[in-house]
């Protein structure tokens, strides 16, 4: 069971329907990402566009902690770590190195509603995966002392995967049971495959299902995603560049409403253009 003040930031994270449109803009601790080169004027427009949430990276909450200080602003979810793929920004390179980058008594203080953590599987040395799950379980502890939810994004980044190993959406399901086995309260992950073959993801996840963008797509491809992770019961989307990388990125935000928690694909499609 919940504490009640856990229960209430968990709540924050999702409109009445049980829903949430989160909008992810941590990219930035990678570099300066097209689309991101302004944070705090697409921060401000984002803001106003009333997402369910915005992650952001310690850094950026610090920075631009005034934009959520309103009784309507949306809740602030912090990211919790950072990878080193290079020394050398955007340059290529293994994903293997994870460091924590914030404490969760310096989120709680910068008011944040949730603390979002990575989760890399397939790592060359067994001994970094343990050292990820050990420092999940962890997090989730701490997280716990502080009542803020851990939402825990499990990814295929390591270099031991395959792309035929990446396309089995039985692994996704196994991710996803594994995030909340070690502490998650939701789980952010990719969508793949065909609905009857996803719905084993959210039916063996015992906490909520939301759905990451991933690179960015056209509107039609996005529609489809969503309205068929939504038939698995999926809890809403997770979306970074597919929104701060679009012509308008406050008018993408309401697109992803309408789809997210009406079902409505031609007003999405609508909003898109």
Request: glycine content about 8%; aromatic content about 6%.
């Amino acid at each position: 069971m919940r504490h009640w003040n856990k229960e209430l930031r968990m709540n924050r994270l999702f409109d009445k329907s049980g829903k949430t449109v989160m909008v992810a803009m941590d990219h930035g601790q990678g570099g300066v990402k097209p689309g991101l080169a302004h944070p705090e004027k697409l921060l401000a427009a984002l803001v106003e566009s009333k997402p369910e949430a915005l992650l952001l990276s310690g850094g950026m909450a610090r920075t631009y902690n005034y934009l959520f200080g309103r009784k309507d602003s949306p809740a602030l979810v912090i990211s919790s770590d950072f990878i080193v793929g290079s020394s050398i920004p955007q340059q290529p390179g293994e994903i293997e190195e994870l460091r924590q980058s914030i404490s969760v008594e310096e989120c709680v203080r910068l008011g944040a509603d949730a603390v979002k953590a990575l989760l890399i599987f397939g790592r060359r040395d067994s001994r970094l995966q343990a050292d990820n799950m050990a420092y999940i379980t962890s997090l989730a502890e701490e997280c716990g002392r502080w009542n803020l939810p851990l939402i825990v994004e499990p990814t295929t980044w390591g270099a031991r995967f395959t792309d035929d190993i990446r396309r089995q959406v039985s692994l996704y399901a196994d991710m996803a049971r594994i995030s909340a086995e070690l502490g998650a309260d939701l789980v952010k992950c990719d969508y793949m495959g065909e609905p009857e073959e996803y719905q084993a993801v959210v039916d063996n996840c015992p906490v909520p299902v939301a759905i990451l963008g991933g690179a960015k797509a056209a509107p039609e491809s996005i529609a489809d995603t969503i309205e068929k992770a939504a038939s698995c019961g999926v809890c809403g989307v997770v979306f970074g560049r597919n929104v701060w990388q679009s012509e308008n990125p406050a008018q993408m935000v309401q697109a992803l409403k309408a789809i997210t928690y009406r079902g409505d694909r031609e007003e999405f499609l609508r909003l898109c253009r």
